[in-house]
DNA sequence: TACATATTTGTAATGATTACAAATATATAA
DNA sequence: TTATATATTTGTAATCATTACAAATATGTA
């Protein structure tokens, strides 16, 4: 947990216990949590734990560089620990979320960089749906 | 609207008023309008229109592909009457969405493609972020 | 220790979306 | 055409994710 503390820090992100359990269930369960998730995971251990804190932190990682939002799914956001470059794939019928890392990824955030002048990409989100291996029988 | 209703029939939606009236609207603002936003062009001229029937129809459209859902925006649903293979751009600041018709995106496609075996993919959205041309000044 | 500030908590409000049953329109069969 | 079955639309009520907000708690500083 020190480590996520440090981790913390480093963004500029005051490591309160709350906070430090968030991130650290973020990094340890690549699951692409929904805020539900998350509060259902830590709140046995942390009974005093509200979803309004973990509603505001996950916000805060956000805006500090140290969490992804994903929209891939209209019914409720999700949240990725990993912030490297990569693309996700969710699945039409179970709902799995499975990371993906082509190698030629940056190359997906170059095609507009490439192609427009005044406007300032940020962040690039790429999303691919349709049937995962188990659900393609 | 005689076209909108062959369009709407080769893809097997019976053409009632209310979907034309829909489709029509998706085709002609390619603002990538939310339910709401869609609700209200429309109440005026047709004032017995439910907002219902909108989320209804919009669903309907974008299962009989001839409308697609982003969720770019985690507050609401936008829905574009474009089907073509494009990439959206949403300012952070004033919240606009630019269409984006880089010429190599088929290649976003194919990375994916490409690098998985069982998985079928059926759709790929490509979502930028940032500032656009007037908010970057 | 005392005080100022930051964080967390719980509840209430908001707002998008869905469920559902009644009403209306459309298609079909006699 | 008329009667009947089916599909569509409508309006209201419920659901569910998210946010607002103010009180409570914790933390940092003098």
Known sequence: MIEVEKYLAEHNVKPSVQRCSIMQYLLTHKTHPTVDEVYLALHPQMPTLSKTTVYNTLKLLVESGLALQLNIDA????????TSNHAHFCCN????????????????????????????????????????EKCNE
């Open 75 to 82: 019914e409720s956001v999700r949240f990725d620990g990993d």
């Open 93 to 132: 019928k179970c709902g799995c979320i499975i990371d993906f890392f082509p190698k030629d990824i940056s190359a997906i955030n170059n095609v507009c960089i490439n192609h427009l002048g005044g406007i300032k990409i940020d962040e690039t989100q790429v999303y691919y749906k349709g049937l995962c």
